[in-house]
């Protein structure tokens, strides 16, 4: 116990094909925070109709006064429409400025860092990215909190704050990625998170047009896919990882920097956001069967046993993931948004950008 959290290991356990039992709980981070460093001045970019609207509301009555009360400038920068946050972390002045910081779901908060990881001023080593949950899924913060997270609201916002004004950092990893738009163009973005496709990605697609139902819209989206098992395309795909070629009929394939997806599933149980590696969790062969699938979706849900069971494989990537599926292209889902179609080319970057944190990761 340390700073009144409880640790967990920092050390990868070994998956055991057949054991009943959850991964153990595995640290967020393997590698210290730094020393506290000196902010004196802040920009925040938020998204002013986030977590129901409320964005303006919580930027203004609850961030702002905190970064006050500890003399810290705060610039306030709103977001005017989609794609907004990139263009404003990729180009506005960061002169004189410490901490980059991003107010929203997991959408606002990836938009942030791919437009800030596309800087070619040298800022990128020079400010750090502080995140603050203000949406409705909040995974990364999920993981960058630990415990903390799950106080919901204002007070994990709060919480969020202080890590930033606490002023210690990690340098984390994520991805770069380029894939296929449906004009017949490329796009190129930054994950921090998971990049997904299969029946999963589907499923989410279905869920945007029933945001009216809340959170379960995922539950029922993913159920009304698996109903329609049997009528599902053939996806074979082809998966490279650092170099190596796998042929695999795609169900699902998740490729992650951090352990969390959706509300808490658990999907990559070994993944560390520091360790310089992307996880990977996929089915190598079809799933046809509904029962089959919800035994999996089961597991999913029972804090990461599918990665000891044989539909799963599960593994690690150092340098570079591609995944090719020629007869029928698959949707690419990149942190909670869907972005374009297979083909897609992923490249690890470690160590990425510095993002604040506290000294010490609650159990994941």
Same mark, same amino acid.
């Given at each position: 116990?340390?700073?009144?959290?409880?640790? +967990?290991?920092?050390?990868?356990?070994?998956i055991i094909k057949g054991s009943k039992v959850a991964p153990p709980p595995l640290s967020t981070f393997c590698k210290p925070?730094?020393?506290?460093?000196?902010?004196?001045?802040?920009?925040?970019?938020?998204?002013?109709?986030?977590?129901?609207?409320? %964005?303006?509301?919580?930027?203004?009555?609850?961030?702002?006064? !905190?970064?006050?009360?500890?003399?810290?400038?705060?610039?306030?920068?709103?977001?005017?429409?989609?794609?907004?946050?990139?263009?404003?972390?990729?180009?506005?002045?960061?002169?004189? *400025?410490?901490?980059?910081?991003?107010?929203?779901?997991?959408?606002?908060?990836?938009?942030?860092?791919? %437009?800030?990881?596309?800087? =070619?001023?040298?800022?990128?080593? /020079?400010?750090?990215?502080?995140?603050?949950?203000?949406?409705?899924?909040?995974?990364?913060?999920? &993981?960058?909190?630990?415990?903390?997270?799950?106080?919901?609201?204002?007070?994990?916002?709060?919480?969020?704050?202080?890590?930033?004004?606490?002023?210690?950092?990690?340098?984390? &990893?994520?991805?770069? $990625?380029?894939? +296929?738009?449906?004009?017949?163009?490329?796009?190129?973005?930054?994950?921090?998170?998971? *990049?997904?496709?299969?029946?999963?990605?589907?499923?989410?697609? +279905?869920?945007?047009?029933?945001?009216?139902?809340?959170?379960?819209?995922?539950?029922?989206?993913?159920?009304? /896919?698996?109903?329609?098992?049997?009528?599902?395309?053939?996806?074979?795909?082809?998966?490279?990882? &650092?170099?190596?070629?796998?042929?695999?009929?795609?169900?699902?394939?998740?490729?992650?920097?951090?352990?969390?997806?959706?509300?808490? @599933?658990?999907?990559?149980?070994?993944?560390?956001?520091?360790?310089?590696?992307?996880? $990977?969790?996929?089915?190598?062969? +079809?799933?046809?069967?509904?029962?089959?699938?919800?035994? @999996?979706?089961? !597991?999913?849900?029972?804090?990461?046993?599918?990665?000891?069971?044989? @539909?799963?494989?599960?593994?690690?990537?150092?340098?570079?993931?591609?995944?090719?599926?020629? =007869?029928?292209?698959?949707?690419?889902?990149?942190?909670? /948004?869907? *972005?374009?179609?297979?083909?897609?080319?992923?490249?690890?970057?470690?160590s990425a950008f510095k993002l604040f944190t506290f000294e010490v990761a609650g159990k994941c």
């Open positions: 116990m340390a700073d009144g959290i409880e640790m +967990a290991t920092s050390t990868r356990p070994q925070a730094s020393e506290p460093i000196a902010i004196k001045k802040a920009v925040l970019i938020f998204n002013p109709v986030s977590g129901g609207k409320k %964005g303006k509301l919580l930027a203004e009555n609850v961030v702002a006064p !905190m970064f006050k009360s500890a003399g810290v400038e705060l610039v306030l920068s709103p977001t005017a429409h989609a794609g907004h946050a990139i263009e404003l972390a990729a180009s506005m002045d960061l002169s004189g *400025v410490d901490a980059l910081c991003a107010l929203g779901g997991d959408g606002t908060l990836s938009d942030v860092a791919s %437009g800030f990881l596309a800087r =070619a001023d040298g800022k990128t080593q /020079e400010v750090a990215l502080g995140f603050i949950p203000g949406g409705t899924g909040n995974t990364i913060m999920h &993981d960058v909190l630990g415990y903390r997270a799950k106080m919901g609201g204002r007070a994990a916002i709060k919480a969020a704050v202080a890590a930033i004004l606490g002023g210690r950092t990690r340098l984390v &990893d994520c991805s770069q $990625l380029e894939c +296929a738009k449906g004009d017949g163009s490329t796009v190129r973005r930054h994950s921090l998170n998971i *990049v997904t496709c299969g029946l999963g990605v589907d499923a989410s697609a +279905a869920a945007e047009k029933r945001r009216w139902m809340g959170p379960m819209r995922y539950d029922v989206s993913i159920l009304m /896919e698996l109903l329609k098992l049997g009528s599902r395309k053939d996806a074979r795909c082809r998966l490279t990882v &650092d170099g190596v070629t796998k042929e695999l009929d795609l169900f699902v394939l998740t490729m992650m920097n951090n352990k969390h997806s959706g509300v808490g @599933l658990r999907l990559a149980p070994y993944a560390q956001m520091d360790d310089g590696k992307i996880d $990977l969790m996929y089915t190598p062969s +079809a799933i046809k069967s509904v029962l089959k699938a919800l035994k @999996l979706d089961g !597991m999913i849900k029972s804090k990461g046993k599918h990665v000891n069971d044989s @539909l799963v494989a599960y593994s690690q990537a150092a340098d570079s993931i591609e995944l090719t599926c020629d =007869a029928a292209p698959q949707r690419v889902m990149v942190d909670g /948004e869907l *972005v374009g179609f297979t083909p897609v080319k992923m490249r690890v970057m470690p």
